[in-house]
């Protein structure tokens, strides 16, 4: 007997027809005599309209609360799910986040879990029954507040959940039928990946491919939990994420990824001195903003210099405002912002010994009159920022010329 983690995306449980599909793919898995734990989203949708609900107050003063509300869709959902399942003679229970307990640290919006008590999931399996449990969720370690995970979150809490039970597999269900080489609804001759390392897929998620949320990656790869990738509507074999193979190197370029949530953030005519980024970034670090690509570079007044940096959409406003809050301390002239952005990497394990991939990558970009905002590179990727007007040109050019089409 297998233990199987099922999570349900928000595609998967978008209206009660797809619920009672879902419901089908789980009483398959139970009915060959697995152990089954489910996880599911809030239905399509409905995270982004309680969102824009608090959007209506001073949202980002009220976290605590922010999360109160954005937690409610998982919980719709589980209830609907579990009433499926009972409905067709199979026993099912829902939990909420703060009835295992999912404990995590005080971050309201984007929490990390500490720990999760598996006791009240074991006692729903020890009744033959199937614990159905809502993603996205858990309960903060010092105030016992709800929080949220960010994001797709969902992710996280079915790789943690797995993670923690030593669960054998934990399928992920979605719209698509695996992890392609790049975004399907953007390149219509993206190919799907059967097998990916944890690190590419690391890339991956954190350069933009949604489909897992980045941190539910990072948690697979240190706990070595078998990850699948599938549809929820075709139930085929999917993308397994896997320790790294031999014959994985081989692939130059493995994938092409997006992200149109990028800003920059540029101060203007700063001192050129020992300690400024420090007192850029603790700031930012402090109010947990993650800050990705920096540039620094001389201006046209001699000894000062400019500095930009880009954080994501959902951070810009509070990072400007802690910019001009520290104004005085940093001692920059002006601040300028720019949320038309987009960045757009290549992601391969084979960069690692092969030359001239930037090279055709800003070449490529040059054929196509793209002009480059800021580069950055590690050891198995390339990103550029380039105006979002051009992200899908950029994609399908890139996709072409690595031979990925
Ligand atoms: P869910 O509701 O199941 O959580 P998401 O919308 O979060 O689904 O993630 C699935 C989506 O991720 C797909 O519909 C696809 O558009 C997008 N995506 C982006 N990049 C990739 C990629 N490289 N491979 C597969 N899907 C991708
Ligand atoms: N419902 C949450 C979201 O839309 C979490 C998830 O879907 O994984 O971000
Ligand atoms: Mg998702």
């Known amino acids: 007997m297998s233990l199987i983690v099922?999570?349900?995306g928000g595609t998967s449980v978008k209206d009660i027809s797809k619920i009672k599909r879902a419901c089908l793919l789980i009483s398959t898995e139970h009915k060959k005599g697995n152990q089954v734990v489910v996880?599911?989203?809030?239905?399509?949708?409905?995270t982004t309209k309680l969102i824009n609900l608090s959007k209506n107050f001073?949202?980002?003063?009220?976290?605590?609360?922010?999360?109160?509300?954005?937690s409610t869709g998982e919980q719709v959902s589980v209830g609907?799910?579990?009433?499926?399942?009972?409905?067709?003679?199979?026993?099912?229970q829902s939990l909420l986040g703060w009835q295992i307990p999912i404990i995590c640290d005080d971050n309201h919006s984007k929490a990390k879990i500490i720990e999760i008590n598996t006791n009240s999931i074991l006692k729903i399996l020890k009744n033959s029954a199937i614990p159905i449990i809502a993603g996205f969720q858990g309960i903060s370690y010092t105030e016992k507040k709800i929080v949220t995970l960010g994001r797709g979150g969902s992710d996280t809490s079915a790789v943690a959940i797995a993670a923690s039970m030593s669960a054998d597999r934990c399928d992920i269900y979605t719209d698509v039928d695996g992890v392609y080489t790049s975004d399907p609804k953007i390149v219509p001759k993206a190919k799907k990946i059967d097998r990916i390392s944890y690190e590419e897929m690391l890339e991956f998620a954190s350069l933009g491919a949604k489909v897992l949320q980045t941190r539910s990656?990072?948690?697979?790869?240190?706990?070595?939990?078998?990850?699948?990738?599938?549809?929820?509507?075709?139930?085929?074999?999917?993308t397994l994420v896997v320790k790294?193979?031999?014959?994985?190197?081989?692939?130059l370029v493995s994938g092409i990824t997006h992200s149109k949530e990028e800003c920059n953030i540029t101060l203007i005519n700063l001192e050129d001195r020992p300690g400024i980024a420090a007192k850029i970034f603790t700031p930012l670090s402090d109010a947990n903003i993650n800050v990705d690509m920096i540039v620094q570079t001389g201006s046209e007044s001699g000894n000062n210099i400019n500095f930009t940096f880009t954080v994501s959409d959902s951070d810009l406003k509070l990072a400007v405002s802690l910019m001009n809050e520290h104004k005085n301390e940093i001692g920059f002239q002006r601040i300028?912002?720019?949320?038309?952005?987009s960045k757009i990497s290549i992601v391969g394990l084979g960069m690692r010994t092969h030359s001239g991939v930037a090279k055709k990558m800003f070449t490529t970009l040059a054929s196509k009159n793209i002009n480059i905002h800021v580069i950055s590179t590690s050891e198995i990727k390339i990103s550029v920022l380039i105006n979002e007007e051009f992200t899908e040109l950029a994609v399908k050019a890139l996709h072409s010329v690595f031979e990925l089409d």
Request: aromatic share 6%.
């Open 6 to 8: 099922q999570k349900f």
């Open 39 to 46: 996880i599911v989203s809030a239905m399509a949708g409905e």
């Open 58 to 70: 001073n949202y980002s003063k009220n976290l605590d609360e922010y999360d109160v509300i954005v």
């Open 80 to 92: 609907l799910v579990s009433m499926c399942l009972n409905g067709m003679g199979i026993k099912a």
């Open 217 to 238: 990656v990072e948690m697979a790869m240190r706990y070595n939990v078998e990850v699948q990738v599938l549809s929820s509507a075709s139930g085929q074999p999917g």
């Open 244 to 251: 790294e193979e031999k014959d994985m190197e081989k692939a």
């Open 336 to 341: 300028i912002t720019n949320d038309k952005l």
